[in-house]
């Protein structure tokens, strides 16, 4: 790729970092809105999942852009 195309891809995959961030935390936000509302029970912690996923899409994407330009950096 061309130097152009990694900061194309660059700037995308720190767009998308921080839309899974921003998920994450809006779920959990709405999740503990659920536990004061409704209390702590089997349902409303069936809803943590959402947070979870979010907050593991946010990582993965972080490590894999931080890896990416980790080898570009060498070349």
Same mark, same amino acid.
């Given at each position: 790729?061309?130097?152009?195309? #990694? #900061? ?29 509302? =409704? ?28 890896? #990416?330009?980790?080898? #570009? =950096? =060498?070349?």
């Amino acid at each position: 790729m061309t130097g152009r195309d #990694n #900061n194309k891809m660059r700037k995308i995959s720190i767009v998308m970092e921080r839309f899974w961030l921003a998920l994450a935390i809006v779920s959990l936000a709405v999740v503990i809105y659920f536990f004061l509302v =409704d209390g702590v029970n089997r349902i409303t912690l069936q809803y943590l999942v959402f947070p979870a996923l979010a907050g593991l899409m946010y990582g993965f994407r972080a490590t894999f852009r931080r890896r #990416n330009e980790g080898r #570009n =950096d =060498d070349r």
